[in-house]
């Protein structure tokens, strides 16, 4: 079953899915596709065309350079440029960092942050999590002390994804001690070429870069630097963490990789028959494409709403990611023992003939790396601890 839209939105969908067929080079869709590894310059090469377009940033108002798409173009927008395999919008400077500028940001910090952001020239990473503060984020040491007109930062964030590719992070550090957790938290944002900043990398179980832990030694920032007012970084976090949870649901990318499920299980045959017609099969597929189409449906709902995410956002990151789960589990099943072959020293994407069938070497790895969406984010308890209090139960 597919949701219909109205008409003016189905034409918005062809004019989208046109377009990215016509720009998105065939090498970028082919590795997002087959869940190789995208580069910084693929991103930013397929940025420079949505920015050509004007909907580069599509989440952004008009006023900021964004298009100004309504809710159901977003949608449509989002689900369409993933459906064709375009590479994921970078969700730290779009859809993290830039809804607080939007909120709190000064004239001087909007003018200066945005139209990069926008063309990718500035790359965020986020400075958040700590060894010892993730779920309990609050708790987090790192320290800020005023020096003359300047900040002086000194600890360790943990799990700063991309840092290693981003020229730019938003991070939470402590300013106050003396009060209670939440009001001595401030957010600042500066170059990662900053003097004093240390970037370590995490190889995580898929054998791949793609995280690290990044050290502050006496990382002196001016107070441009600071986002909105002292000891407000906590506030600030919340809507922020609103927009990394909604991102986190990738709905389109669920929506590709189950079209991907049911092609790939209906080309595999077991016992004389394709695996798609076999019934415990079909029925777990029926049964995950059922719950995306549930998702698409809140989100829609959620979009719709307006205002800064609530709930819905820890509701969305929840199912889907629970859904992006369901969806790798399956194809590990699918591919059987042709999903198993995996040798990270040797590089999981160099380009050997496949073993099986053309997308079995990044099932693996794939299915490895999918676990950490029930844990970045904030957990999946943390998020239904927070539904539950919300709810009153
Ligand atoms: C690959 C990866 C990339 C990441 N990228 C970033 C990033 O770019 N920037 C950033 O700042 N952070 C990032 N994170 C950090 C991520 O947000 C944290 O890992 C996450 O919030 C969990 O914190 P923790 O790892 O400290 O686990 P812990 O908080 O120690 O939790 C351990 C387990 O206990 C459970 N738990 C903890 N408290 C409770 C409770 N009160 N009730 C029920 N269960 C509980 C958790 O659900 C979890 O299962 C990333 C993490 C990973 C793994």
């Excluded at 496949?354 to 676990?371: C, K, Q, V, W």
Aim: charged share 25%; hydrophobic share 40%.
């Amino acid at each position: 079953m597919d949701l219909k839209y109205p008409e003016r939105a189905a034409r918005f969908a062809d004019e989208v899915r046109a377009f990215v067929r016509k720009e998105l080079p065939a090498e970028i869709r082919d590795k997002v596709q087959r869940r190789q590894k995208i580069t910084p310059e693929d991103q930013r090469t397929w940025q420079r065309k949505l920015c050509d377009k004007g909907w580069a940033c599509p989440s952004w108002p008009k006023e900021y350079g964004g298009p100004g798409f309504d809710v159901m173009e977003r949608m449509i927008f989002d689900n369409i440029c993933s459906e064709e395999g375009a590479p994921s919008a970078l969700p730290f400077g779009e859809l993290m960092i830039s809804p607080v500028l939007f909120a709190v940001g000064s004239p001087e910090q909007k003018a200066q942050l945005l139209p990069k952001i926008r063309t990718l020239e500035y790359w965020f990473c986020q400075g958040f999590s700590e060894p010892g503060s993730g779920s309990d984020l609050a708790s987090l040491r790192t320290r800020a002390v005023q020096d003359g007109d300047d900040w002086v930062i000194n600890g360790q964030k943990m799990w700063t994804s991309g840092a290693h590719n981003a020229n730019w992070i938003f991070m939470l550090v402590r300013t106050n001690t003396e009060v209670k957790q939440q009001e001595g938290i401030s957010m600042f944002v500066f170059p990662m070429s900053t003097p004093g900043i240390t970037v370590r990398p995490i190889v995580t179980m898929d054998g791949e870069h793609h995280t690290n832990e990044t050290f502050f030694d006496n990382v002196r920032v001016p107070k441009t630097a600071l986002i909105g007012e002292v000891n407000k970084g906590w506030t600030y976090a919340k809507l922020l963490l609103g927009h990394e949870r909604t991102s986190i649901a990738r709905i389109g990318q669920s929506k590709r990789e189950l079209r991907r499920l049911k092609a790939l299980a209906s080309e595999i045959n077991i016992t004389g028959a394709p695996l798609m017609d076999h019934t415990p099969f079909r029925d777990r597929v029926a049964a995950v494409e059922i719950e995306l189409l549930a998702l698409e449906i809140t989100a829609l709902r959620a979009i719709a709403k307006g205002g800064s995410p609530g709930v819905e956002a820890n509701l969305l990151k929840v199912k889907g990611s629970e859904i992006q789960q369901k969806l790798t589990e399956l194809f590990m099943d699918a591919a059987g023992p042709y999903g198993l072959p995996f040798d990270p020293d040797r590089g999981l994407h160099d380009g050997n003939e496949p073993i099986g069938f053309d997308e079995a070497a990044s099932l693996g790895p794939n299915y490895l790396m999918t676990r950490v969406v029930t844990i970045y984010g904030g957990s999946n308890e943390i998020q239904r601890n927070i539904v539950s209090k919300t709810l009153g139960l």
